[in-house]
């Protein structure tokens, strides 16, 4: 199992830091609208 993580994330590459950007996005986008109705 961890050997095909190993290669898959060899193979990925730089797809992977956009990928985690991306989510990190979302994730705040959630926690964000998740605050906005304590507001009004």
Do not use: K, W
Not at 12 to 20: E, F, N, P, Q, W
Not at 22 to 40: E, S, T
């Amino acid at each position: 199992m961890i050997h095909q993580i190993r290669i898959s994330a060899a193979r990925a590459g730089d797809t992977i830091l956009a990928d985690a950007v991306g989510a990190f996005a979302l994730a705040v986008m959630l926690v964000g609208a998740l605050y906005l109705p304590a507001l009004f």
